[in-house]
């Protein structure tokens, strides 16, 4: 029996001008498979889309006793699977680029997704009607919302978001989807859906992830182009203290895919690493020396040269480095061999020759973070951090001046811990501070006036910073320029300095 003549029966509608009545309707277990052998046996997409567009009519026209009674939640499973399956982005080859120019066959693959979700909204909207009914309820609709809910995120994950594989009407239908999942479920949210309501309840995370297993091996991984985004687009939602219970499945896609060639795959897992690391307790971090295979793999991308590769590496490290000093104390290592020095250390040698504005921004911004982390133990590096000082506030990076106010602030929290230090840099800092100054003022740039008056606040504190631990030796210095001076906003600077006690 036809698509078309059995959703005319379902809807009870007479046959067509020169048709027969329809005959009896078959159990819908007996249509189910057949249409699920159709899409597994691997036809050609053309005549299939019709198929999946009567299908819906199908779903949206049957009756929930028809539709679930006496249905195998095991067959229905099969075919959101196999639908899935249908709607997914094309498979690309091992070594292939990411994401090659299919344009036709991408648009292809958003125009299939957008009907495959409208079949599985008619589906959610059937089994949220037949937990009302009381020849069907929960005991039937339980069972079959368990074998459907893990493909049907799945499915919604990989077309929410804008990709080349999805339109509008496409990412409309996904949105609506996964909605509708999560309500079906009972939660409030995305989280709640994957993690549970409490920590006593599993949620639907296990079950995702073991759809996504078979995808996120060493040799998969870059075949279905969709699998990382699903990944790192569903991990963020699985927080502390859940996220500990699926450490052994989380953390090796995570290193993996950090550890390809391409850069954007680096920053995909190098970001999801840092969500392990911020949401895993330490412990359980520590255990097989986890820390340490994470620590080992993210300094291994500290040699890399591109931007957003190194912020998301330095920023992950910041949040690790604790956890590994932490474990190395409770093992009685000696405090020399701490990671936080040798990461700073490998930073400082690459700030010192680096001209890249867009890197050298990067690591400005992350400095004052490890100075603060060292405290007194900066005064280790205080030779070559001396160098990068001076030579980043001599240079100016542009209209934003991120790398010169990053530098002044990693200068404060330098005087701030190693104060004793100074008194003995302070004739090279001082005339750095003001060269800075002057330069400024006489900018004639693009540099907006709020960053000027910003540059201009950041090294005052310093000066102030310099004077108190140096016993006023500033203020002496500073007398003669002070009378000397006719430029009223550097003179501004300095009367600051001058009356601060």
Not at 209 to 217: A, D, P, R, S, V
Not at 280 to 293: E, K, S
Not at 452 to 463: D, W
Request: charged share 25%; glycine share 6%.
């Amino acid at each position: 029996m036809e698509l078309s003549s059995l959703v005319r029966a379902l809807r009870l509608e007479g046959p067509r001008d020169g048709e027969q009545s329809p005959p009896a309707v078959p159990p819908a277990e007996q249509v189910l498979l057949q249409i699920g052998l159709l899409f597994s046996e691997g036809a050609g997409g053309a005549p299939k889309a019709g198929v999946v567009r009567d299908l819906g009519a199908l779903v949206e026209a049957a009756e929930c006793r028809w539709l679930f009674g006496g249905l195998s939640p095991a067959t229905l499973g099969e075919l959101v699977a196999a639908l899935n399956g249908y709607a997914a982005p094309p498979k690309q080859e091992q070594d292939a680029a990411d994401l090659p120019s299919k344009d036709s066959a991408y648009t292809a693959t958003a125009e299939r997704a957008a009907d495959v979700g409208s079949v599985f909204l008619h589906l959610l909207a059937k089994l949220e009607a037949a937990k009302t009914q009381e020849c069907l309820g929960v005991p039937v609709v339980g069972p079959i919302l368990c074998r459907v809910m893990g493909p049907i995120y799945v499915f919604a994950a990989t077309h929410i978001a804008a990709r080349p594989w999805t339109n509008t009407r496409s990412r409309s239908v996904a949105q609506e989807l996964l909605a509708l999942l999560v309500q079906a479920a009972g939660c409030g949210s995305v989280a709640e859906f994957l993690r549970g309501k409490n920590e006593d309840e599993e949620g639907r995370f296990a079950a995702v992830m073991g759809l996504l297993k078979q995808e996120l091996t060493k040799d998969t991984w870059k075949r279905n182009p969709a699998t990382k985004f699903v990944f790192s687009w569903t991990l963020p939602h699985v927080t502390r203290p859940w996220l500990s219970h699926y450490l052994e499945r989380v953390l090796p896609p995570s290193l993996l895919i950090s550890d390809d060639y391409r850069e954007e795959n680096k920053v995909l897992g190098v970001c999801c690493l840092h969500h392990i690391v911020l949401n895993v307790p330490a412990a359980d971090l520590c255990q097989f020396n986890r820390a340490q295979v994470v620590y080992h793999a993210l300094h291994n991308h500290l040699y890399s040269r591109e931007a957003p590769l190194i912020q998301a590496v330095l920023l992950c490290l910041l949040d690790l480095l604790p956890i590994l000093e932490r474990a190395r104390r409770q093992q009685q290592e000696p405090r020399p061999t701490a990671p936080c020095d040798e990461v700073l250390q490998l930073v400082l040698t690459h700030m010192e020759a680096e001209h890249r504005l867009a890197l050298r921004r990067v690591y400005a911004r992350t400095l004052p973070a490890f100075v603060q982390r060292l405290g007194i133990l900066i005064a280790r590096h205080l030779k070559r951090l001396e160098r990068v000082i001076l030579g980043y506030l001599e240079v100016c990076d542009g209209p934003e001046e991120e790398a010169r106010l990053g530098i002044l602030e990693t200068l404060q929290c330098t005087i701030e811990h190693a104060w004793p230090r100074m008194p003995c840099r302070l004739p090279v800092l001082l005339r750095a501070l003001l060269k800075m100054i002057w330069d400024v003022h006489t900018d004639q740039g693009s540099t907006p006036e709020p960053v000027k008056t910003a540059l201009l606040q950041g090294a005052t504190e310093c000066l102030i910073l310099l004077d108190r631990c140096s016993e006023g030796q500033v203020k002496v210095l500073l007398e003669g320029v002070y009378s000397s001076c006719e430029e009223n906003r550097v003179r501004e600077c300095i009367r600051k300095v001058r009356e601060n006690t």
